[in-house]
């Protein structure tokens, strides 16, 4: 879940990041947990921020140097100061989408695999499987290719035209992590108002839970 705007901005300044900063993230999974990251500074109100596409892997298979100094403690950076101003509009509660479920809206879109999506394979938290009404499934595997690189532009648009998201668009997943990489690739292929760039943060963790909405599944 989101910090508050006070904790990102301490966590902000702990690595020595001012607001006027290019951020340049990375993970060792390819497009895994650096798209979310790259969603929250977005929340917090900072737009210079990129993703590595592909992540270290890739980096290393391109032949790109690598320094293997050994940092067990982070040094001491110094931060001429963060301020985080949080995009409310960029976030969804559950009551949010039990609204969209009910009365229509942006379009919801699941970044679970489609086993998850339909049913047919358990929740790994134990919550109910399946998807929410009114959703559709874009497995987060549908935006990246086969080395775990982000798609290109157009590849991405082609993707997305044939999805209705006049309305918005909010993406969800396990639990609002990979969600971040569908709302990246929104982003690449041109959607980048905040109203394409909702996160269900409570994801299916949440809905999927005694205390969520309605559960269908199938396809």
Same mark, same amino acid.
């Given at each position: ?13 702990? /690595? ?5 900063? !290019? ?9 895994? &947990?650096?798209?979310?990251? #790259?969603?929250?500074?977005? %929340? ?12 270290? @892997? ?34 969804? &509660?559950?009551?949010?989408?039990? &609204? ?8 919801? /879109? ?35 290719? +086969? ?6 532009? +157009? ?27 569908? &709302?990246?690739?929104? %982003?690449?292929?041109? %959607? ?10 409570? $994801? #299916?963790?949440? #809905?999927? $839970? ?6 269908? !599944?199938? @396809?």
């Amino acid at each position: 879940m989101l910090p508050t705007s006070e904790e990102f901005t301490q966590y902000a300044e702990a /690595l020595g990041i001012n607001n006027n900063d !290019t951020v340049i993230l990375y993970d060792t999974l390819g497009m895994f &947990s650096a798209p979310r990251v #790259w969603w929250m500074f977005r %929340y917090f109100g900072h737009d210079n921020v990129f993703v590595l596409n592909g992540g270290l @892997p890739a980096w290393k298979a391109d032949g790109k140097a690598l320094d293997e100094t050994k940092m067990d403690v982070l040094p001491p950076y110094v931060s001429e100061g963060f301020k985080a101003v949080e995009r409310k509009d960029m976030v969804a &509660s559950l009551d949010d989408v039990k &609204s969209i479920v009910a009365s229509g809206g942006p379009t919801i /879109l699941d970044a679970r695999s489609a086993g998850r999506f339909s049913g047919e394979v358990p929740d790994p938290r134990g919550v109910r499987p399946g998807h929410m009404p009114r959703s559709v499934n874009m497995a987060m595997t549908a935006v990246l290719d +086969d080395e775990g690189r982000m798609l290109p532009k +157009d590849q991405l648009e082609r993707i997305f035209d044939k999805i209705e998201l006049k309305n918005g668009a909010v993406t969800s997943c396990g639990s609002g992590v990979t969600a971040c990489i569908v &709302s990246l690739a929104l %982003y690449e292929a041109g %959607y980048r108002g905040n109203g394409h760039q909702i996160v269900y943060d409570g $994801s #299916w963790a949440e #809905w999927g $839970s005694d205390a969520g909405g309605e559960v269908l !599944t199938g @396809p």
